[in-house]
């Protein structure tokens, strides 16, 4: 919801405007913001109205810039790039200022890190890249545990077009007057004359159609990274800006502007409600919301009076237009706090009303008292370097507490990490020689904004024969000693094996066993099961085929899966059908037991009520099965070894947070590296005991 474009532009005329001002339009951006936030708030869902803002920037934008081209005019670029973020960022700072208090006050320690992080990554307009990389669920429909920053994706990536978009308008006026100097002649002698308008549309229709088909091809195949992806959203722009081009030469007739624009209004409003959006954008879906605003706009002002213009171009929707920008900044980490505070999953309605009103406040606030005295300030405007001084001046305002926070959570990790090991024992305060020893007093570990760090650390991407030639394998990573591997195994799964790693691969080294690893969340090895997603089975089958080709003399497994609700601990859908074939072809298979799941982040109800809380210590019944699903396998499989290390997780009754003042879990399931680190010692004994490797 860029303001500074659309804000800058939304006076360029166009047919059906009156003057140089295009109130239908400031309405549907106000229209479009209601969307988000609405969707947002009550239906826990997204609504295509961001689609309809990144049209509108590209579409306000290319007015611009393709005026001054035509005009003649000189684009200088600096100034305009400087001019639009000293627009874009004093809002900006002020709100992530404002979400750095709630964080404070209202967020886990363990979520502070990655949360600063996010920060830099949306004052430097990248953040969509840092969601992207995370794979972030945008539409659980639970948002208290979202990322209060996580809506700027879009704004990373209007903040990028707007830095590109002028680029493509400066080489297209350069090209344009060397194109017309070249001789031409016979059937592209028509190429002799050329204009700044006919060859931006050749540009953006090539940027749309490429765009547009790697957006299809990427949601397809990973579209949680897609929907941050700037290159799979290109065409959206590239629609507005054709849209702008081709706007003079459309002038359809008055009944005809009045359909498309209800047509255009109606489709808009029910894209988030018929469509699948959450999982479907930003591919050929997207064309929906999008087209629908191309609609509305080509409508213009009708001149009549049912035309949707005068519902568009009312006043209050006019004046919402002006605070759209800040309002999107607003409304979702007030959702987010809110939700924290109340510990609700979503609000009800009056609730809701109530978050949409305070956010509309606040950016009434923030248009009145931040955006329009910068805007207003004349000093910035007499010197392109003064404006440089006001972004910087924005940036540092942000910068500096950033930084000190940081620095504060490194001093208190680096404390927490140099206490001696004896204080921090772990796993080894269940061995049976410490059962009953008082555990030390120090410091829990690792320092709770260190958590994000807490999986298995790997060597990095398969290499030489260890690549898969199967593309649904991409992600094959390895753990390799120094010298020539005296055994090579393959481990297979999803992240309960992947946390294993933190044991399995130091074992490894030190006997020079070489690890490759193929893993995918969600996805426990097993045969074909209907209990399983496609995607999974897809998965599990050429990880089958990638250990059948190579025949390692092992393969690593998880042989349990645990849930959060009864009952517990079940047997891995397909198991013992998925491991016979390594078991024909003569390769061992480790089969390790799950851990226990909770409904609760484990460190933060640490954090929150203290390691000795009964809420934070699981009673072993509503952990795990009485009786190990691994018992059912055993003799049924011929080479299939397995492995229990619940007595080191679990003990005395209880699944613990906290077992030798280290951190169980990094979250509600998953082993902290750390702990699993505490455990190497027993692991590699039950691992060469039950295996007899040597």
Request: glycine share 8%; hydrophobic share 50%; net charge positive.
């Amino acid at each position: 919801m860029g303001n500074a474009a659309p804000q800058a532009a939304s006076k360029q005329g166009g047919p059906g405007a009156k003057g140089n001002f295009r109130p239908e339009v400031q309405g549907l951006r106000a229209l479009a913001v209601l969307m988000v936030a609405s969707y947002h708030i009550w239906l826990g869902r997204v609504s295509g109205g961001v689609d309809v803002f990144l049209l509108v920037s590209a579409f306000f934008l290319t007015l611009s810039f393709t005026r001054k081209l035509e005009e003649g005019r000189e684009l200088r670029l600096l100034g305009h790039w400087l001019h639009v973020f000293k627009r874009l960022l004093p809002a900006v700072v002020v709100v992530i200022l404002g979400v750095l208090a709630g964080m404070w006050i209202l967020v886990p320690q363990t979520r502070w890190g990655g949360l600063l992080d996010e920060a830099w990554a949306t004052l430097f307009y990248r953040q969509n890249w840092q969601l992207a990389d995370a794979a972030v669920d945008y539409y659980a429909q639970n948002h208290s545990g979202a990322s209060p920053l996580q809506h700027f994706w879009s704004l990373s990536i209007q903040g990028q077009v707007f830095v590109l978009w002028p680029i493509i308008f400066a080489a297209v006026g350069i090209a344009v007057p060397l194109l017309r100097k070249v001789p031409f002649r016979g059937a592209l002698a028509p190429l002799g004359r050329p204009s700044h308008r006919g060859v931006l549309v050749i540009v953006f229709a090539a940027v749309f159609a490429v765009s547009l088909a790697y957006s299809v091809d990427q949601t397809a195949s990973n579209q949680a990274y897609a929907y941050f992806d700037t290159r799979a959203r290109l065409w959206e722009f590239a629609l507005g800006s054709l849209l702008a081009l081709a706007l003079p030469y459309l002038s359809p007739p008055r009944w005809l502007r009045v359909v498309l624009g209800w047509t255009g209004l109606a489709a808009m409003l029910s894209c988030g409600l018929l469509l699948t959006v959450d999982r479907s954008f930003p591919g050929f879906v997207a064309l929906w919301p999008t087209l629908a605003a191309a609609a509305i706009i080509v409508a213009g002002q009708s001149g009549s009076r049912v035309g949707v213009d005068r519902v568009l171009g009312s006043k209050p929707l006019v004046w919402l237009g002006g605070h759209s920008y800040a309002l999107y900044l607003w409304h979702w980490p007030l959702l987010v706090f809110t939700l924290l505070a109340t510990g609700l999953a979503a609000p009800d309605l009056w609730l809701g009303l109530g978050i949409l009103t305070v956010s509309l406040l606040l950016a009434v606030g923030t248009s009145r008292f931040v955006e329009a005295p910068v805007r207003e300030w004349k000093w910035p405007k007499l010197r392109t370097w003064r404006t440089a001084v006001v972004i910087a001046a924005c940036g540092t305002l942000l910068a500096v507490p950033l930084s000190a926070w940081q620095g504060m959570i490194a001093a208190e990790n680096a404390a927490i990490a140099a206490q001696p090991k004896e204080l921090t024992p772990g796993a080894a305060a269940l061995k049976p020689e410490n059962a009953g020893k008082p555990t030390p007093e120090a410091r829990i570990i690792p320092g709770p904004s260190a958590m994000d760090d807490e999986w298995a650390h790997v060597d990095g991407l398969c290499t030489g024969a260890n690549v898969p030639t199967d593309p649904l394998l991409q992600g094959c990573l390895q753990i390799s000693p120094a010298a020539k591997p005296t055994k090579h195994i393959v481990a297979l799964g999803d992240s309960h094996a992947q946390q294993y790693m933190a044991a399995l691969g130091p074992i490894a080294k030190k006997h020079g066993w070489e690890i490759v690893t193929l893993f995918k969340g969600n996805c426990r090895f097993g045969a074909e099961s209907p209990e399983r997603p496609q995607d999974c089975n897809d998965f599990n089958k050429a990880s089958a085929a990638y250990v059948l080709e190579h025949k390692p003399d092992a393969v690593f497994t998880v042989a349990s899966l645990t849930h959060v609700e009864a009952p517990f601990e079940t047997e891995v859908p397909g198991y013992l059908a998925g491991i016979k074939p390594f078991a024909d072809a003569g390769i061992d298979i480790v089969g390790i037991r799950d851990n226990p799941r909770f409904a609760i982040n484990m460190p933060e109800c640490v954090q929150k009520k203290g390691p000795d809380s009964p809420d934070c210590n699981t009673p072993l019944e509503k952990s795990l099965a009485a009786s190990s699903p691994l018992d059912d396998y055993r003799g049924k499989v011929k080479g299939l070894y397995l492995m229990d290390m619940s007595d080191f997780i679990c003990a005395k009754g209880v699944c613990p947070a906290v077992v030798g003042n280290v951190y169980v879990y990094k979250d509600e399931n998953h082993l902290t590296r750390t702990y699993v680190e505490t455990m190497i010692p027993m692991f590699e004994r039950r691992l060469l005991a039950a295996t007899k490797w040597k």
